[in-house]
């Protein structure tokens, strides 16, 4: 099976401006999840999206959104952009039931840079 | 509530010797753990899983874990570290039943020739 794939692999963006970036599931998993990668804050999770609804959400700003598509493929988007949002942004996807045991296969991650 | 810590953010050995990379953990519920390894500029890959079957957990590139009910620890280890081990490690759990993972802030770990 195909991995996780993660486009584009590198953005550079200005502050104020918006972004999107896409994620393609491993086939079959029905469950995506966002995190967030800094050299500071490590990393944290954005969100989690299984059967295009929003199952769980982590501590970010409403700039940071995401949906899924019925495909599974899902996409999140960063609108007024600040410095502090350079990050690699990683996409997880995992068969997503409720037994925890699934684990998350990651994506390479978005490298983003705001200038 | 549920958390994860990893004891050491560095750790350096020598080609040829053990790894042992400490994690332990906090957990309302019957957990399943996670060891993944991030190389730099990559995404995570996982090592290995703990599912409430064996305690010996064993994984890929020869590494291992054991989980310690009594301890709270689920600490990685490698009998012989190889260089292309050089990378940073992140130990998870997840609660049953919520498909919510919890990440540790890391263990880079340094391989001397």
């Known amino acids: 099976k195909a991995g996780v794939t993660q486009t584009p692999r590198y953005l550079i963006k200005t502050r104020g401006q918006q972004v999107t970036l896409s994620c393609s599931p491993i086939s079959g998993h029905r469950s995506v999840s966002w995190y967030q990668q800094t050299p500071g804050q490590g990393l944290q999770f954005l969100f989690e999206?299984?059967?295009?609804?929003?199952?769980n959400k982590g501590n970010f700003p409403g700039r940071f959104s995401g949906r899924q598509f019925s495909n599974s493929r899902s996409e999140m988007n960063v609108s007024t952009l600040e410095l502090g949002d350079s990050a690699l942004y990683l996409c997880?996807?995992?068969?997503?039931?409720?037994?925890?045991?699934?684990?998350?296969?990651f994506g390479p991650g978005t490298r983003l840079t705001v200038t | 509530a549920q958390s994860v810590t990893q004891l050491d953010s560095h750790v350096s050995v020598s080609e040829g010797t053990p790894v042992l990379l400490r994690c332990n953990y906090s957990?309302?519920?019957?957990?399943?753990l996670f060891w993944y390894v991030q190389h730099p500029n990559k995404g995570l890959q996982l090592l290995l899983k703990y599912t409430s079957a064996a305690t010996l957990v064993k994984g890929i590139n020869g590494f291992e874990a054991e989980f310690k009910k009594s301890e709270t620890s689920f600490h990685l280890t490698k009998p012989s570290a190889h260089m292309s081990d050089a990378a940073e490690y992140f130990c998870v759990v997840s609660p049953y039943n919520f498909n919510k993972f919890y990440f540790g802030s890391g263990t880079k770990l340094n391989v001397k020739p």
């Open positions: 997880a996807s995992s068969q997503g039931g409720r037994a925890s045991s699934y684990e998350q296969y």
């Open positions: 957990s309302s519920y019957s957990p399943s």
């Open positions: 999206y299984f059967s295009e609804t929003q199952r």
